[in-house]
Nanobody, 114 residues
Framework: VQLQASGGGLVQPGGSLRLSCQAS????????MGWYRQTSGKEREMVAL???????NYADSVRGRFTISRDNGHNTLYLRMNGLKPEDTAVYFC?????????WGGGTQVTVSS
């Protein structure tokens, strides 16, 4: 299983981005998929999770601003990020959990700066 994240970039505070994560296999079998982020010197933290039944969890810091979704038909996971803040600056990773195994994609850099 391979996951490839994309969509990062440089955006001004208050701006929006949409991250995508393309899976090399059917996503329908993934129990959970999610987005995590990491900054230099800090541990990777959960941003948003979505189950194969559509249940969603968000970190308190992003709830109300970010929206996670999945398109099983196109094997793609999304993260819509609105109202971006400088503290959202990080490398974002997508993750998939299936049959007791975790799969990670390469990261995509998001930089929020004026």
């Amino acid at each position: 299983v391979q996951l490839q994240a994309s969509g990062g970039g440089l955006v001004q505070p208050g701006g929006s981005l949409r991250l995508s994560c393309q899976a090399s296999t059917s996503m329908a079998s993934f129990n959970w998929m999610g987005w995590y982020r990491q900054t230099s010197g800090k541990e990777r933290e959960m941003v948003a999770l979505i189950s194969n039944l559509g249940s969603k969890n968000y970190a308190d810091s992003v709830r109300g601003r970010f929206t996670i979704s999945r398109d099983n038909g196109h094997n793609t996971l999304y993260l819509r990020m609105n109202g971006l803040k400088p503290e959202d600056t990080a490398v974002y990773f997508c993750n998939g959990y299936v049959n007791g195994a975790n799969y990670w994609g390469g990261g995509t850099q998001v930089t929020v700066s004026s």
